[in-house]
Antibody, heavy 122, light 106 residues
Framework: QVQLQESGPGLVKPSETLSLTCIVS????????WNWIRQAPGKGLEWIGY???????YYNPSLRSRVSISEDRSKNEFSLKMNSVTAADTAVFYC????????????????WGQGTLVIVSP | SYDLTQPPSVSVSPGQTAIITCSGN??????ASWYQQKPGQSPLLVIY???MRPSGIPERFSGSNSGNTATLAISGTQAMDEADYYC?????????FGGGTKLTVL
């Protein structure tokens, strides 16, 4: 059973860069899609982006200019960087594994981390 | 951008069937999945590929998807099913979530 664990600072100053890492245990990163998803306090889920096929990335168009996702398969982990953060970026950030539905371009999120709260404040 | 619309809230009596809808343009041409989220917890996959249940999810959870609407049905709803539910689909490589529906069992 794969397990995901997010780690990173819980407090980031406005205009700085948010950096989070997701450690994957209990399995290899294999041919799965690795995602970041966030949830602002009291709000719904927002997909941020993914890394897939050993390096291909795709981001939410609304965040594309500020985010990047990378991976280090030797450490079984992947990471999120989001620059120029504001208070509006305060959220619980989840990492999640997605499984592809063959030949469809569709995926589903079968495993999630516990989430980590990141507060953007001076 | 592609939008998925869910009712903000649905109420159901214990033992009855809860229906949660998710609307999007030609959603029936995509695969929908559904996630349950209880307070303080991570989301949990309850339906994938429109109507498939992951191992460990009770049979009372079912899904369908046609036209512009995907539907999550929970038959014989129990108090433990009270949670937020989110639909999700992919549009041109972007993941999209519905706004979520709070299911109240009363």
């Amino acid at each position: 059973q794969v397990q995901l664990q997010e780690s990173g600072p819980g407090l980031v100053k406005p205009s700085e860069t948010l950096s989070l890492t997701c450690i994957v245990s209990g399995g290899s990163m294999g041919s799965y899609q690795w995602n970041w998803i966030r949830q602002a306090p009291g709000k719904g889920l927002e997909w941020i982006g993914y890394i897939y096929n050993s390096g291909s990335t795709y981001y939410n168009p609304s965040l594309r200019s500020r985010v990047s996702i990378s991976e280090d398969r030797s450490k079984n982990e992947f990471s999120l960087k989001m620059n120029s953060v504001t208070a509006a970026d305060t959220a619980v950030f989840y990492c999640a594994r997605a499984i592809p539905v063959a030949n469809t371009g569709s995926f589903y999120f079968d495993s999630w981390g516990q989430g980590t709260l990141v507060i953007v404040s001076p | 951008s592609y939008d998925l619309t869910q009712p903000p809230s649905v109420s159901v009596s214990p033992g009855q069937t809860a229906i949660i809808t998710c609307s999007g343009n030609k959603l029936g041409n995509k695969y929908a999945s559904w996630y349950q989220q209880k307070p303080g917890q991570s989301p949990l996959l309850v339906i994938y590929q429109n109507d498939m249940r992951p191992s460990g999810i009770p049979e009372r959870f079912s899904g369908s998807n046609s036209g512009n609407t995907a539907t999550l049905a929970i038959s014989g709803t129990q108090a433990m099913d009270e949670a937020d539910y989110y639909c999700q689909a992919w549009d041109r490589s972007s993941g999209v979530f519905g706004g979520g529906t709070k299911l109240t069992v009363l």
